[in-house]
C-alpha cells in the first residue's frame, strides 16, 4: 500500500484541519510513510495542539497552526501553496449539536465553505472531506450539517472555473475506539463495576478501526475525480453483543467477576436509530460498487458531463439494496472479541482515556 500512495503523497504540501482529532492524528502518522515535504496540522484546541508540536518537534516537515476553520483569511494564508487538504475538522457530538445549532452551522457548514473557498484560490489539487453515517436520511442537527456539508463539497467542483481543484468525501462508520465512540464510555462504566448502558439490544452498528479510517481517506484520494462520496464496506456489530464482549474481556483486568456486571438497557436517545445507514434507496441507483468500497457518484449527473467515473476493480456500475446495518449479518461474539483483539482496540483506547494521547 505504501508504494500505491507513495506518488500522491511524496513531495506535496498536506494540510489537515482537525488534526488534534483521533483521525487526525492518524492521518498524520500514516502520511509521514509517504514522505510528503510538508504536513500542516490545524486545530483550536490549544492543549492538543500544544502536545502535537512537542510530538513532531524533530520533524521540520510538520508544522502545526493554533487556528479555527471558522476564521476564513487565517485558513486562506495557511492554505497557500497546498497541494491536497484532509477536512476532518468538525463538531460531531449529537447532543451538543442539538442544543448548540447555530455553532454547528458555523463550523460544520460555513467553516467548510471557507475550506472550499481557500482551497480553489491556492489551486490545491484534491480536497477530501470526512462525513458520517449520520448524514444518510439524518434525523439530528450533526447529521443534516454532515449532509449539507457533502452536498457542497460535491458542488464546489462545479465551481473550479479552471481550476483543476477536485472535491469529494468520505463517509465513516463508527470508528470504534475513537473519543465520540461506545467503547471509552463502555471501558469507563467496566472499570467503575457497571452498569453498563445500552440503548436498545437491537442496535446495530457499522465499525472500522482507526487506521482503516485513515486508509479510507488516503484510498479516496487516490481515486476520487470530483463529486462522489467514498463509503468503505466494513462489519457490523450488535451494540449489546458489544457491550457484553467488553465485559468478558475488561472486567477481570479491573479486579470484577464478569457476571456482576449488569447491563441496563435506557432506551434510544433523541434522534438516534436503532440500525447504521451508509448507502440509502435514492443513492443505490448512482451508485458504483468496488471490491472494497462503494462510490456514490453526484445525484445530478448532467451538471457533472466532464467528469470520467472510472476506476479500478469495478465489480458492479449498480447495486441492488441499500447499505444499511440492519440488512447485514453481525459479527458473532467469538469474532467480534478477535476483532478487538487484533486490531488492539482496547489498548489503544485506555491509552487514550487515561494518558491523553
Known amino acids: 500500500m505504501t508504494t500505491t500512495f507513495q506518488k500522491h503523497f511524496k513531495y506535496k504540501i498536506i494540510f489537515i484541519t482537525g488534526a488534534a482529532g483521533t483521525v487526525g492524528k492518524e492521518l498524520t502518522k500514516q502520511l509521514l510513510k509517504y514522505k510528503p515535504s510538508e504536513i500542516r496540522l490545524l486545530d483550536n484546541n490549544e492543549t492538543e495542539i500544544f502536545f502535537l508540536m512537542e510530538k513532531y518537534k524533530n520533524l521540520p516537515s510538520v508544522k502545526c497552526f493554533l487556528a479555527d476553520i471558522r476564521d476564513k483569511d487565517r485558513l486562506k494564508r495557511i492554505t497557500k501553496g497546498v497541494d491536497i487538504i484532509f477536512h476532518t475538522a468538525a463538531f460531531k457530538h449529537v447532543i451538543l449539536s442539538e442544543h448548540h445549532p447555530f455553532d454547528v452551522i458555523q463550523t460544520n457548514i460555513l467553516a467548510s465553505q471557507n475550506i472550499i473557498e481557500a482551497a480553489l484560490e491556492a489551486n490545491v489539487e484534491k480536497v477530501i472531506f470526512t462525513s458520517s453515517d449520520k448524514a444518510v436520511n439524518p434525523t439530528n442537527v450533526m447529521g443534516a450539517s454532515k449532509l449539507m456539508c457533502e452536498k457542497l463539497i460535491t458542488a464546489a467542483n462545479t465551481l473550479t472555473y479552471g481550476n483543476k481543484t477536485i472535491f469529494a468525501s468520505v463517509r465513516f462508520g463508527n470508528v ?99 440500525y447504521e445507514e451508509l448507502l440509502n434507496e435514492e443513492e443505490k441507483n448512482r451508485t458504483i460498487e468496488l471490491k472494497d468500497l462503494f462510490v456514490i457518484l453526484p445525484a445530478f449527473r448532467a451538471i457533472y458531463q466532464s467528469i470520467k467515473y472510472d476506476y479500478p476493480d469495478i465489480i458492479s456500475n449498480k447495486i441492488d439494496k441499500v447499505y444499511i446495518s440492519a440488512n447485514e449479518t453481525p459479527l458473532t461474539k467469538g469474532a467480534l472479541k478477535e476483532y478487538l483483539l487484533k486490531n488492539k482496540v482496547l489498548e489503544r483506547t485506555e491509552k487514550s482515556l487515561y494518558h491523553g494521547i
Open 176 to 274: 470504534i475506539g475513537s473519543r465520540g465512540s461506545v467503547v471509552p464510555l463502555f471501558m469507563q462504566q467496566i472499570k467503575k463495576g457497571g452498569p453498563v448502558t445500552v440503548t436498545d439490544r437491537r442496535m446495530t452498528r457499522f465499525i472500522m478501526t482507526i487506521e482503516q479510517s485513515a486508509q479510507l481517506i488516503l484510498k479516496a484520494l487516490s481515486l476520487a475525480k470530483g463529486g462522489e462520496v467514498f463509503v468503505l464496506k466494513m462489519p457490523v456489530v450488535n451494540v449489546y453483543d458489544l457491550a457484553e464482549v467488553l465485559i468478558e474481556l475488561l472486567a477481570p483486568r479491573y479486579g470484577y467477576n464478569p457476571s456482576n456486571i449488569k447491563i441496563v438497557e435506557i432506551g434510544a436517545k433523541p434522534g438516534e436509530k436503532l
